[in-house]
């Protein structure tokens, strides 16, 4: 059975910078698409940044040039950095695997309702 669990989250200054991780436990984690969402209380889940087995990447608009994603298939970790980070990007941030292998970054966030495999969430909080 698939067990996402992340870790890293915490509370900055805006301008800050934190480093999500998530480790995988229990998946053939190479071949498939990971990735990063996020959620404010009240407000529907959003994606944030996505990677497939290639190592080809998808970003949200509102975090393209702040935040980078990468994996480290032979640990089966996966990251996110996240730099100058705003009062906006505060929300709770969870790590996914869509199932479906070789699938491409671009399609993630579109099949998030499809997505079976998610971890508990790590809380992200940027104070002004």
């Known amino acids: 059975q698939v067990r996402l669990v992340e870790s890293g989250g915490g509370s900055v200054q805006a301008g800050g910078s934190l480093r999500l991780s998530c480790v995988a436990f229990g998946y053939a984690y190479s071949s498939v698409c990971m990735g990063w969402f996020r959620q404010v209380p009240g407000k529907e889940r959003e994606g944030v940044a996505a990677i497939d087995s290639s190592g080809s990447t998808t970003y949200a608009d509102s975090v393209k040039g702040r935040f980078t994603i990468s994996r480290d298939n032979a640990k089966s970790i996966l990251y996110l950095q996240m730099n100058s980070l705003l009062p906006e990007d505060t929300a709770m941030y969870y790590c996914?695997?869509?199932?479906?292998?070789?699938?491409?970054?671009?399609?993630?966030?579109?099949?998030?309702?499809?997505?079976?495999?998610w971890g508990q969430g790590t809380q992200v909080t940027v104070s002004s």
């Open positions: 996914a695997i869509d199932s479906r292998r070789y699938m491409s970054s671009r399609d993630f966030f579109p099949r998030m309702g499809s997505i079976g495999s």
